[in-house]
């Protein structure tokens, strides 16, 4: 079908994709997604493994996004669509870890019927290729909780290393990093 993804592509503000792949878009929300963003939440399976939020903190988070596209803010949070229909899948970010300087956070969050597909493992990877690439962190790391087995096995696959459980404000996720000497080190040796 060489004809989806250019009507896709001629359909989307370039200035919001930052990448596509041979399954998705990886794009600015537009203004005009909330609804959709906010949905992903809705399912219970969903966010069975994340902090619990408000409706109205979602919303605030998407208002955020869409600030930091506004001030071009290398860091932010992302739509990822399907590239075949433009389904909507799910949403990544990369963030400053917290106080840490030098640590950037990635994240994600899919539809159900997307898991087990392939896709958090290579927006994981992408993620990080990206924020090295963007930023000057030296270290990229990602919390999930003790439970969430299928996120530790995606990030597991990112080639992130599991270090000792993060503990804040009584919750201990676990943690996965890979710094910037291992993600070079490994890229020398793709294909």
């Known amino acids: 079908m060489p004809g989806v993804k250019k009507s896709i592509t001629r359909s989307l503000n370039l200035d919001m994709l930052l990448l596509r792949t041979q399954h998705f878009v990886l794009r600015e929300f537009k203004p005009d997604e909330q609804d959709t963003y906010v949905s992903l939440y809705d399912d219970e399976r969903v966010t069975a493994f994340l902090l619990k939020r408000s409706k109205i903190e979602h919303e605030e988070a998407f208002r955020a996004a869409l600030d930091d596209y506004a001030a071009s803010k290398i860091i932010t949070r992302w739509g990822l669509f399907n590239i075949i229909d ?87 996720p676990a943690y996965y990093t890979i710094n910037r000497g291992r993600w070079k080190f490994s890229r020398k040796y793709d294909k």
């Open 86 to 172: 433009g389904d909507y899948i799910g949403s990544c970010l990369l963030r400053n870890f917290y106080d840490h300087k030098g640590k950037v956070e990635l994240g994600f969050s899919l539809r159900q019927k997307y898991w087990g597909k392939g896709i958090a493992s290579e927006i994981g990877r992408i993620l990080i290729d990206y924020g090295f690439a963007n930023t000057d962190a030296n270290e990229i790391v990602a919390v999930t909780m003790i439970e969430n087995l299928g996120s530790q096995k995606v990030l597991q696959k990112a080639e992130m290393k599991r270090e000792d459980n993060y503990i804040s404000n009584g919750i201990e």
